[in-house]
T-cell receptor
Framework: GAGVSQSPSNKVTEKGKDVELRCDPISGHTALYWYRQSLGQGLEFLIYFQGNSAPDKSGLPSDRFSAERTGGSVSTLTIQRTQQEDSAVYLCASSFLAATSPENEQYFGPGTRLTVT | GNSVTQMEGPVTLSEEAFLTINCTYTATGYPSLFWYVQYPGEGLQLLLK?????DKGSNKGFEATYRKETTSFHLEKGSVQVSDSAVYFC??????????????FGKGTLLTVNP
């Protein structure tokens, strides 16, 4: 079946602009996660959703970052007033089991490469 | 906090060579352990996992054993192929208090297999 999809695949934006990154999880997956992959920091957890609620937003690096999920499906990660240090690959993942299950397996999308000039 | 340490790459091997990529972790509680692989131009894929001590995860000829006593989860394959060339990430999910959702990753190890 279809995997996790993300759009756009690449985004180049000017410093100070807002960007929206979209994630379509695997159908039926209840949990959704956002991570960031950058050269300096490796892979970092940002936020996760169980259904439409986000119990843990602790990984969001600043208040310029926000995310929402609607209808228990699509999620959008928004970065306001982008800075050059926001340049990274933003990865989305989803899982069928509840996020708190030890058997939880996360399936990742191809990522959105964000470049802030 | 939790952390994962992987051997630094890059690792270059000839086809049919034996592969070991070392991974050790620090965590309180009882994490689940994972190996993810990222092929060139593709997203992260789950390769194998183990959820408790002494479990062995295996897939596509790769295997790793959850060793609580040495806090390790080394990845091995007996005979690598060119198609195994990729970046390999060791990861754990925190088992404390039901917070299994948050994956902590190692820095990744680039493997190149030459024909």
């Amino acid at each position: 079946g279809a995997g996790v999809s993300q759009s756009p695949s690449n985004k180049v934006t000017e410093k100070g602009k807002d960007v929206e990154l979209r994630c379509d999880p695997i159908s039926g997956h209840t949990a959704l996660y956002w991570y960031r992959q950058s050269l300096g920091q490796g892979l970092e957890f940002l936020i996760y959703f169980q259904g439409n609620s986000a119990p843990d937003k602790s990984g969001l690096p600043s208040d310029r970052f926000s995310a929402e999920r609607t209808g228990g499906s699509v999620s959008t990660l928004t970065i306001q007033r982008t800075q050059q240090e926001d340049s990274a690959v933003y990865l989305c993942a989803s899982s069928f089991l509840a996020a708190t299950s030890p058997e939880n397996e996360q399936y990742f999308g191809p990522g959105t490469r964000l470049t802030v000039t | 906090g939790n952390s994962v340490t992987q051997m630094e790459g890059p690792v270059t091997l000839s086809e049919e060579a034996f592969l070991t990529i070392n991974c050790t972790y620090t965590a309180t509680g009882y994490p689940s352990l994972f190996w993810y692989v990222q092929y060139p131009g593709e997203g992260l894929q789950l390769l194998l996992k183990a959820t408790k001590a002494d479990d062995k995860g295996s897939n596509k000829g790769f295997e790793a054993t959850y060793r609580k006593e040495t806090t390790s989860f080394h990845l091995e394959k007996g005979s690598v192929q060119v198609s195994d060339s990729a970046v390999y990430f060791c990861a754990l999910s925190d088992g404390r208090g039901g917070s299994n959702y948050k994956l902590t990753f190692g820095k990744g190890t680039l493997l190149t297999v030459n024909p």
